[in-house]
């Protein structure tokens, strides 16, 4: 698996700061946004899932987690990924990557879980950092290769334009995201953190 410098670098490559222009959850959007820069990266090598096979194989959907798309290098698996806005799912779609990550006969290749949390909180917390407790999470796991990418917000200043008044018809819309920020945990429990875009 790569270490905590090897994965820093290669989400370094990932151009975040676009994501400043995607308002409201953005989910499919974050999304599209991963999958089309990780195929850039390098065209000739790099694929990807959407609809990515689950680690357990049953009758319905019972038992099964599927990851938002499984990012592939040459002919192997090379990344799932979670992309999350409610922090009460955190926990699930950190097991979903961790299943991913421990079912090495079917998915052998496997570097790393990337899990991007949007922060849309309720109550006092909403649209805020919650990452703390998911990182806790990992450091108790131990053996685990994650990458966490984070966002903050804040309320944007909205005008009168045609574009703004859109943007206050619904409350999520009207926040911007202000920086993106990465937790790294490889398996050997090194750890690299920082920003990857500021506004």
């Given at each position: ?147 966490l990418v984070s966002i903050v917000k804040c309320k944007s200043e909205l005008s009168n334009t045609c574009l703004d008044s859109l943007r206050k018809r619904n409350d999520y819309s009207s ?25």
């Amino acid at each position: 698996m790569l270490n905590a410098e090897q994965i820093e670098e290669l989400i370094k490559k990932f151009e975040w700061g676009f994501l400043h222009n995607m308002y409201g959850h953005a989910h499919s959007s974050i999304i599209g946004f991963i999958s089309t820069q990780w195929i850039s990266l390098d065209p000739n090598v790099n694929s990807l899932f959407d609809g990515v096979p689950s680690t357990v194989i049953g009758k319905g959907r019972i038992g099964q987690k599927n990851s938002d798309i499984l990012l592939c290098r040459e002919d192997k698996p090379y990344m799932p990924v979670e992309v999350e806005t409610l922090v009460e799912k955190y926990d699930d779609k950190l097991g979903t990557l961790f299943d991913y990550i421990d079912n090495k006969p079917v998915f052998d290749g496997i570097e790393f879980g990337l899990f991007f949390m949007t922060n849309r909180c309720t109550g006092p917390t909403k649209y805020k950092h919650n990452w703390d407790r998911i990182k806790k999470e990992v450091i108790n796991r131990k053996k685990y290769s994650i990458a966490l990418v984070s966002i903050v917000k804040c309320k944007s200043e909205l005008s009168n334009t045609c574009l703004d008044s859109l943007r206050k018809r619904n409350d999520y819309s009207s926040y911007e995201i202000t920086s993106i920020d990465y937790w790294i945990h490889d398996k050997n429990g090194k750890i690299k953190e920082g920003r990857l875009w500021s506004k």
